[in-house]
């Protein structure tokens, strides 16, 4: 029942809660994927002892909380509790009750949540990209992570959370792998792949500033062929020079000959071998 409380945000609160009959219901309570909440509950208490309510999360079983005296029925106080297991998203119900007749909850002004999550150790780029569902993020091991670059609405692959793998990395699938992509936390023997501009690991590199060039396919360089030491060329010389001296003897000539000599000598100086 709605009634007027001075001091209340928005001049009214909610009464006649409990006696096994009255309920109060908040709807469309948003968790992250921690799924946990840090709920802090305004009331008023108008009597002297303290009055109990039950809050019972997505039709769950209740849990008993206390509600001290405030003085009177238009004064607000508060207490606050923390609530585990809610769904990741906005699909969360909070009910307060009690079930005993004669019993009264106190008065509800409002309530205030706060989304509670660990923060990593050391946060980095492709952080920004890892979710849990559509809109909510998931940093932590529980539960399921994937990579989105579009707020969770596309799952591209999923994160490891199994360790000893690294939870930076894929999700694995059992070997032989559908997917055998090169950031796999866990690799299978004979199964590869590569990167490229459609992979999930060429998107996170993008995403995260990396820009991907096409550079040109390095053209290997020969290896020479090792050189003729002074001492093989002097020989080769020696050789070629003892056969000019017996074509002169008998008064003939070889040009081609003459010519492979003039190279040998030009190779013993350019070596400094001469």
Do not use: K
């Amino acid at each position: 029942m709605i009634q007027t409380c001075l001091n209340c945000s928005g001049g009214f609160d909610v009464g006649f809660v409990g006696n096994n009959s009255g309920t109060l219901q908040f709807n469309q309570v948003f968790a992250n994927a921690s799924r946990r909440l840090d709920v802090r509950i305004w009331y008023a208490n108008g009597d002297a002892a303290v009055r109990y309510a039950f809050l019972s999360v997505n039709a769950g079983p209740g849990t008993s909380l206390t509600f001290p005296s405030t003085g009177s029925f238009q004064t607000v106080g508060s207490i606050q509790t923390t609530l585990n297991f809610l769904n990741p998203g906005s699909n969360n119900t909070l009910e307060f009750s009690n079930p005993i007749v004669g019993n009264w909850a106190p008065d509800f002004d409002r309530i205030e949540v706060t989304c509670t999550i660990p923060p990593p150790a050391t946060l980095r780029p492709q952080d920004l990209f890892s979710w849990s569902s559509p809109g909510v993020r998931n940093l932590t091991l529980d539960g399921s992570r994937y990579f989105s670059i579009d707020s969770g609405s596309t799952d591209i692959v999923g994160f490891n959370q199994t360790p000893p793998g690294d939870f930076g990395d894929w999700l694995s699938e059992a070997c032989p792998q559908r997917h055998p992509f090169v950031q796999n936390a866990f690799v299978c023997r004979d199964q590869f792949s590569d990167i490229s501009a459609t992979s999930p690991e060429g998107i996170n590199l993008d995403v995260i500033g990396y820009d991907l060039v096409n550079a040109p396919t390095p053209t290997p360089t020969p290896t020479p062929a090792p050189s003729a030491t002074c001492s093989q060329l002097q020989q080769r010389l020696n050789r070629l020079q003892g056969r000019q001296r017996r074509l002169q003897r008998h008064h003939r000539q070889n040009p081609r000959l003459n010519r492979r000599i003039r190279r040998l000598q030009d190779q013993l100086q350019v070596q400094h071998c001469v």
